[in-house]
């Protein structure tokens, strides 16, 4: 089994920073893509931000330039780092991952509980 654990999120004001964090543990043979989708309430979850296993990125416009995702392949941890934070970046943030558990088993989308950001004054 793939568990995702998250930590970071809370209540920033606007124009603030916040730093997610994520770890994957489990059995993992290898760990193609991980990042980070939001849902804010009455909306589809969408994409933040993923990083594939070489490092490159994808960034919803929304974010991009005010946002950046990095990766521990070693450790299976992926972090995104948001600044000039917005009301309208409130959200639970999921955590993501796309892993192939064994050498013969197939890939597998894995998501973490999600923790809640809160931009507000």
């Known amino acids: 089994q793939v568990q995702l654990v998250e930590s970071g999120g809370g209540l920033v004001q606007p124009g603030g920073s916040l730093r997610l964090s994520c770890a994957a543990s489990?059995?993992?043979?290898?760990?193609?893509?991980m990042g980070w989708y939001r849902q804010a309430p009455g909306t589809q979850r969408e994409l933040v931000a993923t990083?594939?296993?070489?490092?490159?990125?994808n960034y919803a416009d929304s974010v991009k330039g005010r946002s950046t995702i990095s990766r521990d392949n070693a450790k299976n941890t992926v972090n995104l780092q948001m600044n000039s934070l917005k009301p309208e970046d409130t959200a639970a943030y999921y955590c993501y991952a796309d892993i192939r558990q064994t050498a013969i088993s197939s890939r597998n989308q894995y998501w973490g509980q999600g923790t809640q950001v809160t931009v507000s004054s």
């Open positions: 489990g059995s993992i043979f290898y760990n193609y893509r």
């Open positions: 990083i594939t296993n070489n490092g490159n990125t």
